[in-house]
């Protein structure tokens, strides 16, 4: 098959395109278009780089035929990502738990850091030193009590 055949079979078969939308998505003229497919019209770098471009094709398969027509993308590797950035074998670990937790228990655990990671720092502030306070009372209540049994008993 020839670079004009393959790219006509991109366009017809493929792709399911007309002419006229193929040649508009690459920036030409329907005529010009059709002299490339047919043939009688060199294919130029720039519509080679401007097909590949536009419709994800390897320039290589367009050129000789060999190889995927599409350029595949990088698949994503958390366990690569993860180790470019240090995690420990925990954080993984961590991460990999996450995805393996029910859907609801994820999304409830997703609005539970969206609201405490979206609300006005001022008011986390404000609700920990509040905690702090509470837990000193109640800490300080406790020993009061105890001190106060302690009190009431006679020292020898």
């Known amino acids: 098959m020839s670079i004009h055949e393959r790219i006509r079979y991109l366009r017809k078969d493929v792709l399911g395109m007309n002419q006229t939308e193929f040649a508009e998505r690459l920036g030409l003229k329907q005529g010009s278009f059709s002299s490339i497919e047919s043939g009688s019209s060199t294919v130029t770098d720039r519509t080679i780089k401007a097909i590949c471009m536009v419709f994800n094709v390897r320039e290589e398969w367009l050129r000789t035929g060999e190889g995927e027509m599409y350029n595949q993308g ?35 655990v997703l609005e539970h850091f969206r609201a405490h990671l979206t609300a006005d720092p001022d008011e986390l502030e404000a609700e920990a030193v509040k905690q702090e306070y509470l837990r000193q009372k109640k800490a300080g209540a406790a020993s009061s ?12």
């Open 145 to 156: 009590a105890t001190a106060g049994q302690n009190g009431g008993e006679k020292m020898a």
């Open 74 to 108: 990088e698949l994503f590797s958390l366990d690569r990502f993860v180790a470019e950035r240090g995690a420990t074998e925990l954080e993984l670990a961590i991460v990999k738990a996450y995805f393996e937790l029910d859907p609801a228990i994820r999304q409830a």
